[in-house]
């Protein structure tokens, strides 16, 4: 059994998360605080130290958060993209990064993308640009962490649990099970594997 | 024949997508302003919004700017994210929104990104991440461009041109002559493509 320490664990997609790590131990952090051990904004390096410092040495962390500003790209400001990469870029970084100094020997990081980077929709450049960046920055960082930290990325399609708020802006996807995202993480925690994309579509 | 401005003229990149592009009308900016004729910092939206009120209408637009910070990843410091954020992520973005007020009907941008990103090196990590992003963003926002304008990525790796200088941190690569590389340019300002990647490696 490890300890895995998931942000963003209230929201559809944490819970998602957690029905695949069920058999460790899971310690819970979102934005709010309800319904999670900890509170966390990762936009916030402060924040982000205090959750570390507090919940102590875990084998793996999971992150399911990264907000995004959805507008059509010639409309979008300054101020929207900055308020996605800070959260969806710079944040998951951030937790790699700090993060690293609070996971044991050979443990992982967790992050998620999502399917509109490669099936891009209206209002979603900001969603995919970041999605894009992260992809890349686990690919590549994946090579620099130290005591075989691992990290790998999640993409996945809407959830079903989802569909009622986001199908409507995406016509013609086929929407997954949570479980079945779920096992994704459950791949990334519980294998070897590094510096990978596990795509969940259908 | 085309009015073609190219941002970033004044370096071996920029001298690269030139050697493509010589049969059109060259309108040339760079950061110093030596040895071109307008003078600009994509990092700022102002900067760029008196380019293009200079120069007026262009067919097409090539930049081949993009600073970036090169650290380990563990020591990157925020602000070195930032800086090279707001360059090669944010300021290439902000060259097709500002720009395509002063694009002609069916013309193209074409932005950089870089093969580090594909092959990843120590230190290289801002550099790599900022490229994936870079190139979804042209993937998806290909789509939402109005009149029929176009927008590609040349992915370079390192020019023979440049091999003095960077060839001790990437070795095992093949550099590729500059004239190589001014064919990508070439394909993408007078083709008919979109959205793609256009990637230069040997």
């Known amino acids: 059994m490890k300890t895995i320490l998931v942000i963003g664990a209230n929201g559809s997609m944490g819970k998602a998360a957690i029905s695949g790590l069920s058999h460790h131990r ?30 102590g040495t875990v084998d793996a ?34 937790i790699v990064r700090i993060g690293t100094e609070y996971v044991s020997d050979g443990g992982s990081f967790t992050l998620i993308s999502g399917i509109l980077s490669v099936k891009p929709i209206p209002m979603a450049i900001a969603d995919a640009t970041t ?37 409507e802006m995406m016509p013609g996807f086929q929407p997954v099970p949570g479980g079945l995202v779920g096992k994704a993480f459950q791949r990334s925690v519980d294998g070897f594997i590094t510096g990978q994309v596990l795509t969940v579509d259908a």
């Open 61 to 94: 962390v999971v992150n399911t958060v990264g907000s995004c500003e959805y507008a059509p790209f010639l409309e979008m400001t300054d101020q929207q993209w900055r308020t996605t990469i800070d959260s969806k870029l710079i944040g998951q970084m951030n």
């Open 131 to 167: 999605s894009g960046a992260i992809e890349t920055f686990a690919k590549c960082v994946a090579f620099e962490l130290p005591r075989g930290l691992r990290v790998n990325v999640v993409n996945p399609t809407v959830l079903e649990e989802s569909w009622p708020v986001y199908g």
């Open 26 to 55: 899971v310690v819970t952090a979102g934005r709010s605080g309800n319904g999670v051990d900890h509170r966390v904004d990762i936009t916030s390096e402060q924040s982000l130290r205090s959750l570390f410092t507090s919940v």
